[in-house]
């Protein structure tokens, strides 16, 4: 069935011209990989700012456009280094003005990102794995299964052609004003590619973003919090969705790895690290699993003291899932019981669902490793559907 109101808005293959070759992408580096790259060509470490500006606020992608480099170097430049975004395969567009793209990493693989346009900001949803290998299994990317990691050239390249399709190079006016990493993958499981993408995008050379405007979320893998920490502190969300542990041990099976004491304890330590900021715990609600107002109370004990702030998330259905999502009212329920815990408490508005570009809706194309075995053995836990 066509979505009303949803349609096609780019071309396909935009911003592709030729095959990959053996030159050297310059999107994924920052200011010290830009810098060793000028190095190695025995030019001066401010080529780095100069390039950065170049690629990133200029989006130039063509070297002989980039006047303040010497003619030497940009023939040489057109040599050996390239600029290259992922391929846009789709773009399509919500009736609510969510956009969202296809974008072919490589032969056999594509990723999704949304743009999700507010009021006061734009917010790009970003991936950082081609699928993921965490199985949740209220999740999509889910059943997509794993491929690899992205590159950080692949992160901050959806950035680019996000700002590129909706921005005017120079100007002042920013559609991109937010970024999370809340796409297909676990960012904290692909550490370096993403720290490296959150590296030009606090870059003020770069796209110059405020640590709160860029948010990772994770589904908790504790090592990777407190490396955060350390490497590149911005917003952290953290993927509850249930208030012990054994229920999620089901829903999110990393939980078995790093149950909900060490999980907190490890948001506790991001917290005293990084004052400033309040930590965002993402619930997703599953009708009749994890939305009574008992387990509200109970995550209103478990947050109790941490700095947190609390996303519902209303669950976003795909084909073949079991769940269905939360009654309105039982979500208000549940959102008044964790207010009167005194708990900043916001249920996440649905957004681009006509053109799957949901939380939990990203599929993207992936040619999984073992998605075959994981689907029959997904096929084997799934109960009778209700009728
Ligand atoms: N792997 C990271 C990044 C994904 S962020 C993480 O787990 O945090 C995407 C958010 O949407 C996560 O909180 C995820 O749990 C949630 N989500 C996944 N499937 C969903 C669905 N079908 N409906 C609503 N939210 C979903």
Redesign the pocket.
Known sequence: MMNKGAFEVAAPGSFIDEPAGERVNLMGLGRAGLEAFFGTLGEKPFRASQVLKWVHQFRVRDFDAMTNLGKALRSKLAEIAEIRPPEIVSDRMSADGTRKWLLRVDAGNCIETVFIPEESRGTLCASSQVG?A?N?T???TAQQGFNRNLRSDEIIGQLWLAASLLERPGREHRAVTNVVL?GM???LLNFESVAGALDLMLEDFAYGLARRRVTL???GVVPGIDRLSGRCPVSL?V?L?APDDGLRNELVPLNKSYPIGELLAACRRYAAANPKEKITF?Y?MLDGVNDSPDQARALARLLGGLPAKVNL?P??P?PETRYRRSPQARIDAFRDVLLRAGLVTITRKTRGEDIDAA???LAGRVQARAARVRRKQAAARRPEAPA
């Open positions: 993921c965490l949740c209220f999740c999509s809340m993958g676990e960012p979320s994770t589904a969300a993927s969705h993402e997703v998330i669950f976003n795909f939380c939990g809706q």
